[in-house]
């Protein structure tokens, strides 16, 4: 692999571990609160999982970070907080873009007043387990 690609993608990948992190250990209420969720009902999750999209050539295009990852069903979980309402077409195109070059992951996007809706979060549950 060409040395430039190489020094770029391991730039990129720093900055993005390194914003993972960061988020990771400063999870906003919404995601604590799906953390809660997860942990109450034994589903095995990783946070701020980090997806590298590439070109055709090795360079690293973008990197997206989810909020949760569901290993085992190969599950993406993006809680959305009240500024995802205004920002929507940014939010469908990572979904379609994510899903264009991970085609084995699902997206599940959830409103914050998904949260609180008991129906939302048991259907959320039987798509996990």
């Not at 993406?76 to 084995?104: A, S, W």
Request: overall charge neutral; some cysteine; proline content about 4%.
């Amino acid at each position: 692999m060409n040395p430039r690609v190489k020094a770029h993608n391991r730039e990129i990948v720093s900055s993005a571990e390194f914003r993972a992190r960061e988020m990771k250990y400063n999870p906003s209420p919404l995601e604590e609160r799906m953390i809660g969720f997860l942990r109450e009902h034994w589903i095995n999750y990783e946070s701020q999982k980090i997806f590298y999209i590439y070109s055709d050539d090795g360079w690293i295009n973008r990197y997206y970070i989810a909020d949760f990852f569901i290993p085992d069903k190969n599950i993406i979980i993006e809680v959305d907080g009240r500024f995802h309402d205004e920002h929507k077409l940014h939010d469908k195109m990572r979904t379609m873009r994510i899903q264009e070059c991970y085609p084995n992951v699902e997206v599940l996007r959830y409103k914050w007043k998904d949260l609180d809706d008991s129906c939302k979060m048991r259907e959320l549950l039987y798509r996990i387990k």
